[in-house]
């Protein structure tokens, strides 16, 4: 019903692309950007330190040491947040209500885990970051959870929006001016729904943007607190 509706309203508004704003193609390969702003999208390949941000190389998705042992997961981030095309999709699908945007960001993903060395899914739990009830009713839908939806038209995922869910409301981060109010802001803000199934399981927390990294260490923390195995956070862009 909801794809029905989409292509209603793209007739009566034709769509635009969300990097550049101008019209999209009547075929158009990718949904809400045009072709040469996707192709402005520079997929970046490998794992990342959470902690210093560098280039993990040649590291395996369940094993390897890294730089920084004492992060609790590895940062597996497919393109950059300063670029423009992948920014503006980021926003246009969070704020600009743009669902089907879901859909690119996905295959930014697909593309992105291409360059990987290969990840067994079945090895993982994908957990989409939650948001606060009141958050998302208010904006109608939880962004993560429609990408992993989309990723896995790719990949056969077993995705679980029941067991991690954020448990109070918090400032948006983006309000928060150091890593230390972050950090405060997020405490004790993620719990888990039946931790037995959590247990020594390898995770996938799925989100949109990893800036400084406060919210997604509080919930690695909350995974650890059952017994969670090895943990990746895969996202779209990192700031």
Same mark, same amino acid.
């Given at each position: 019903? *909801? ?14 692309? *969300?990097? @550049?704003?101008?019209?999209? /193609? ?7 950007? @045009?072709?040469? @702003? ?18 993990? /190389? ?10 920084? /042992? ?17 920014? #503006? ?28 060395? /290969? ?48 448990? #109070? ?58 017994? *969670? ?11």
């Amino acid at each position: 019903m *909801a794809k029905i509706i989409q292509k209603i309203l793209d007739l009566i508004f034709p769509p635009i692309c *969300a990097a @550049c704003e101008k019209k999209l /193609p009547t075929k158009n390969t990718y949904v809400g950007v @045009c072709e040469p @702003c996707f192709n402005s999208i520079e997929i970046a390949s490998g794992f990342i330190c959470p902690k210093c941000k560098k280039r993990l /190389p040649e590291i395996k998705p369940l094993g390897g040491r890294f730089c920084h /042992p004492e992060e609790k997961f590895i940062l597996a981030a497919a393109t950059n947040y300063k670029n423009e095309a992948a920014r #503006k999709l980021i926003y246009g699908l969070k704020y600009g209500h743009r669902r089907n945007i879901a859909e690119t960001l996905a295959v930014i993903l697909k593309k992105y885990l291409e360059k990987l060395p /290969p990840i067994d899914f079945k090895d993982f739990i994908v957990l989409p970051l939650p948001l606060h009830k009141k958050k998302e009713r208010a904006r109608g839908f939880n962004q993560t959870f429609l990408i992993a939806q989309a990723l896995n038209s790719y990949y056969p995922l077993n995705i679980r929006h029941d067991l991690l869910f954020k448990n #109070k409301p918090t400032v948006s981060q983006i309000e928060t001016k150091d890593y230390a109010t972050r950090e405060k802001n997020v405490a004790g803000s993620f719990s888990i729904r039946h931790p037995e199934e959590v247990e020594s399981k390898n995770i996938i927390v799925l989100d949109d943007v990893f800036t400084s990294g406060a919210t997604l260490r509080e919930a690695v923390k909350t995974l650890k607190g059952v017994g *969670a195995k090895k943990i990746i956070a895969l996202v779209i862009a990192k700031a």
